[in-house]
């Protein structure tokens, strides 16, 4: 994912100075003002990929795709040559939880419900800069962001002696650094609101999880995620 974003990059900055140039050599006319304070919400739909020194080959599968929302607010300022600097707070609120089964090492008994492993994003904060080019309405920009995430994690119908027990569970947590960076579209449909598009790459890094489960093996199953992200959102500019 990474790879497609470098050459989308290199693309859209030339693009956007384009434009401001263009706009420089026009007559001056009124256009929309995106300085000011801003706060909205987003939804969001995640596609992800574990990051882990263990051994994966009894997962059903190492990816998973999730939905999530949350709230966000911040402050643009306008720059010469129709530049827009923005600081930006996102904040998910709401997220659904990953899940994938054991598929080698405890097969379920007929009717039993199978080994799961589950995480569950509790608490995320993400620092945002944005950088954008005007063209009146529409505001394209990059953004580059770093922030904490707390995630849950479990083993499910795996009791405490790594025995299968229906109902038991092996639980966990820890907190992760992360870092994202993105292509974002935003535009004024009216002077106060402004509708969204954005495409995002993150990355989690690995933390260690300690759980029986993991005892015989080395790093105790360091586990981290990379993926993309598209974000739609809605906000109101005071």
Known sequence: MLRFFIPVVMVFIPFCVAIADDKASVSKTPTFDWSGPYAGVFVSHNWGKLDTQGDTSHLSS????????????????NL?????????????????TGTVEDITFYPAPAFQPPVTYEYDVDNVFLAIVQLGIAYDRLLPYVEAGIGRAEVSYRINNVDYANAYSPGAAQKTSNVHTIWKVGLGLDYAVTDNWIAGVKLS????????????????TPGRYDRGAHGSSANFTLSYKF
């Open 62 to 77: 190492d990816e998973d795709d999730v939905w999530a929302s949350g709230l966000f607010g911040g402050y643009r300022w």
């Open 201 to 216: 790459y993150f990355k989690a890094e690995p933390e260690s999880y300690n759980l029986p489960w993991y005892d015989d």
């Open 80 to 96: 010469p040559r129709q530049f827009v600097l923005g600081a930006q707070i996102e904040v998910p609120l709401a997220a659904d």
